[in-house]
């Protein structure tokens, strides 16, 4: 089994350097349990080389790991293809779990799933991926609003938005939501990021009808006063933002 | 929420060649990574042994409030490519040298148009599109100058001509850069895109690139040892302000420099255990004793460049050989005199920082080229393959590029105050007449890395000369894609696909 110390090398960080409050969701859910109330989310993203693969990645995501996954573990799960990234093509998978035990369960069970590790293998022989980046997010169960039904959100878009946020070291302000929804935001997930740079760090997966009604809705965030406020007091700053469709296979679990 | 687009590579490079297939099987899209040697899985030339095209790619990149975004492709807008291109050298004045303003070519033609190859700009709206420019005449002969392309994510492609030079005069070929009654097919212009994200009335405009359409690249693993991005690299430095690390990086910065010279082993006799010492400082530190030998060999930039360096490196010639012709034997042989053109400021500043061990030792071994297309890595790439000098005139363009023309930024010329044709214009016509003429012309050569000197046949360890068989301008003219291509085999680079 894959420990917890492995998972946070993985991302890049060792445990100490984990930036934990007291009190916020990421102290809670960084213990072996989630503390009650609060959800794990593992989001994976595989960068394509460069080159025609996409069909190879989503044979693998479709046909061996999502299958393999469903098996494993009933939590809710989207897979999303990138159209306005850093790096294209990429496929990004998010899955929430009830802890980091659980989640490292799983990611265990998968990484020694015969049928998982022969069609990982294929794709790294065959150059596919250029990189598999793993971010952990943290998150409340109420701040946690996957689909029910995807079938709503084919057409439309997902936005997936980092903000830094020095100031909101105890977590984001309980009348942010209320200030975002005013302007037709209305986050699917709405998290911490448990390790990493910049922390802490605040990742907001945002679906919208179209292009247009994304910049709608923020072009009218931008203008309330609210937020204007919000933004001064905690000198928030983009640190990524990434535009994304529901990949045709892409379920819940 | 404002966005912002730019073209990128901000100067791209298509290259041309006498094989018409455009499918995509039929051509090969040119280096995207620096570092990389683009090797065409089917081959440099096709089955009757005509040269592929090297098409350009270029694509749009996204910033939504300063943010990054990525690369915007149809999925996301719809994107309306305009490209223009054009060759205006017979147009033109005569090469004699830089600072010397020569009379105009085809002096005796009063319609200045008909000299002038202007097929016009091209529009492609949308992914799987295709235009050719194939309206532009020289002296009342059709001249095709290429196509462009649109792949299936709105990507655009530039292929450019096919090589073909000829007189409807039948005037003879007599210099090496201004034969009057000539054209060839070479060509360079603009490259604009209007981005309408969707769900969006307004098209916004991106910020525009350049294409340059020059000859083959026959040597794809040599670089040149000074490649037009040192040289506009330099330009930013000089004109725009554009800062560079005070403290060099031994793996990206000096290590090029090196191995740049040491693999003009492969492309010249010159060489043979002259660059011993460059090997000997790899891997670093090295001693001082030994990095002062190796940066003592330099020719100083700041010096005036007609004045003789004999035996400095880099051992080619200066862009003002014209200045330097004939005086003191220069370009005769043997005489010793060696006015020569030195690294770029900045190379030289690198080297000069080692020399003093002022670098940063993050040598784990000679880097591999990246595997990520990254905006700047895309221009990047296009450039280092290109020469940087000497410009006597140039093989892909000229000390214009380089001296004369407005920049907005760092590598992205100033599309408003320049016209299709302009990077190619001052260019030997036609180009088979320099390339002819710029081999190794004692006591330095030219650019080994563009025209090969000498090279080595597979399993053979001696050298033969690179364009063997070729005896004249005309020659060039009618032969050039039956030159061999370079390739790297194991350790060593051979000729490959040569089918004189």
Partial sequence: MISRRVLLSWLGVSAGACAVTAGSPLSAATGARAAQGTRVINLESFCIAHGNHESRLDAYLADTLLPRMQELHEGPRLCLHAIVAPHIPQATVLAAFSSFDEMLEVRSSLASSPDVRQARAELESARILEDVRSQVLVVREESLHFPTDLNSFQTGIFEMRSYDAPAWHDGVPTRLLAVLHRARIHPIVNAATAAGEHMPRFTYVVPFASLAAREQAWSTLEADAEWIDMQRESTATVTGKSIYKLAPYSRLG | ?500
């Avoid at chain 2, 309306?80 to 205006?88: D, F, P, S």
């Avoid at chain 2, 083959?216 to 725009?240: C, G, M, N």
């Avoid at chain 2, 002062?292 to 020719?299: D, I, K, P």
């Fill in chain 2, 1 to 500: 929420m404002p966005w912002t687009f730019k073209i990128f590579p901000s100067i791209g490079v298509a290259r041309i060649g006498n094989c018409p297939d455009d499918s995509p099987s039929g051509f090969y899209v040119g280096p995207e990574i620096p570092g990389s040697v683009i090797v065409p899985p089917n081959g440099y030339k096709d089955a009757q042994g005509r040269v592929r095209r090297q098409a350009a790619r270029f694509r749009i990149y996204g910033w939504e409030n300063g943010v990054f975004m990525g690369e915007i492709t149809s999925s996301v807008a719809n994107i309306t490519w305009t490209v223009e291109l054009a060759n205006t050298k017979a147009a033109f004045n005569r090469f004699e040298g830089i600072g010397h303003t020569g009379p105009l070519r085809n002096a005796s033609v009063s319609d200045r148009s008909s000299l002038a190859i202007t097929p016009g700009p091209r529009t492609i709206t949308g992914p799987n599109g295709t235009a050719f420019f194939d309206t532009g005449h020289f002296m009342g002969i059709p001249v095709p100058l290429g196509e462009i392309q649109t792949d299936g994510s709105g990507r655009l492609l530039v292929l450019g001509g096919f090589g073909s030079s000829s007189s409807p005069t039948n005037a003879p070929l007599t210099t090496f850069a201004n034969n009057d009654g000539w054209h060839d097919d070479v060509s360079d212009g603009p490259v604009t895109a209007a981005v309408t994200l969707h769900g969006n009335q307004a098209p916004v405009q991106a910020s525009g690139a350049w294409v340059i359409c020059p000859p083959p690249r026959f040597a794809p693993p040599i670089f040149h040892i000074i490649s037009l991005y040192d040289a506009l690299l330099q330009t930013a430095v000089d004109r725009l302000g554009f800062p560079v690390p005070a403290t060099p990086s031994f793996t990206n910065d000096v290590y090029p420099v090196l191995k740049r010279a040491i693999d003009y082993q492969w492309v010249t006799t010159k060489i043979g255990n002259k660059h011993d010492p460059l090997q000997a400082v790899i891997p670093p530190p090295a001693t001082a004793d030994q990095r002062n030998t190796v940066f003592q060999a330099l020719r100083d930039p700041a010096i005036t460049p007609t004045v003789d360096t004999p035996h400095l490196m880099p051992a080619i010639w200066t862009d003002f050989f014209r200045d330097v012709f004939g005086i003191r034997g220069h370009g005769s042989p043997n005489t010793g005199h060696w006015a020569n053109h030195a690294l770029t400021p900045t190379q030289y500043n690198v080297m000069k920082n080692w020399a003093a061990g002022n670098f940063i030792n993050d040598w784990v071994g000679p880097p591999a080229p990246g595997t990520s297309i990254t905006p700047d890595g895309l221009t990047r790439a296009a450039l280092e393959n290109c020469s940087g000098g000497p410009f006597f005139p140039g093989i892909e363009t000229s000390f214009f590029t380089r001296d004369v023309y407005p920049y907005v930024e760092p590598f992205r010329l100033d599309g408003t105050q320049l016209n299709a044709g302009d990077l190619s214009k001052q260019q030997a016509i036609p180009w088979q007449a320099d390339f002819f003429d710029c081999v190794f012309q004692s006591p330095l050569s030219w650019w080994p890395a563009a025209h090969p000197d000498n090279v080595f046949t597979a399993g053979s360890n001696n050298y033969v000369t690179w364009d063997r068989g070729m005896n004249s301008f005309e020659d060039m003219v009618n032969f050039w894609s039956g030159l061999g291509f370079l390739v790297q085999s194991g350790d060593v680079v051979i000729e490959t696909e040569r089918t004189l």
